[in-house]
């Protein structure tokens, strides 16, 4: 059974930077993409980053690119999101989700086949 289990939000004042992790279990991944989505109250959830677990090629959403950055670590078998100089307009809940194959629709969440059951970050301003 998959699972994947993000940590690491909390509450921090505009400016400051944030690490989420995902811890993934119950398969192999090497040929998946790891996603990080969020969703802020009265909102659609939205694509943030993600990356192919093989090679770590990386996408990112305009709105974080520059400032946010995915990696994996395959011994661990967990994806980070490190979060810096963040926004009040980055609060949101952030999930980390799973998807065969890295391709063009990386960014749509309607391709991933696991989710995590989100981590609340915050940003005061």
């Known amino acids: 059974q998959v699972q994947l289990v993000e940590s690491g939000g909390g509450l921090v004042q505009a400016g400051g930077s944030l690490r989420l992790s995902c811890a993934a279990s119950?398969?192999?991944?090497?040929?998946?993409?790891m996603g990080w989505f969020r969703q802020a109250p009265g909102k659609e959830r939205e694509f943030v980053a993600a990356?192919?677990?093989?090679?770590?090629?990386?996408a990112y959403a305009d709105s974080v690119k520059g400032r946010f950055i995915i990696s994996r670590d395959n011994a661990k078998n967990t994806v980070y999101l490190q979060m810096n100089t963040l926004k009040p307009e980055d609060t949101a809940v952030y999930y980390c989700?799973?998807?065969?194959?890295?391709?063009?629709?990386?960014?749509?969440?309607?391709?991933?086949?696991?989710w995590g059951q989100g981590t609340q970050v915050t940003v005061s301003s």
């Open positions: 990356i192919r677990w093989s090679d770590g090629s990386t």
């Open positions: 119950g398969r192999t991944f090497s040929s998946y993409a």
């Open positions: 989700a799973a998807r065969k194959y890295f391709t063009s629709d990386v960014v749509s969440r309607d391709g991933y086949d696991y």
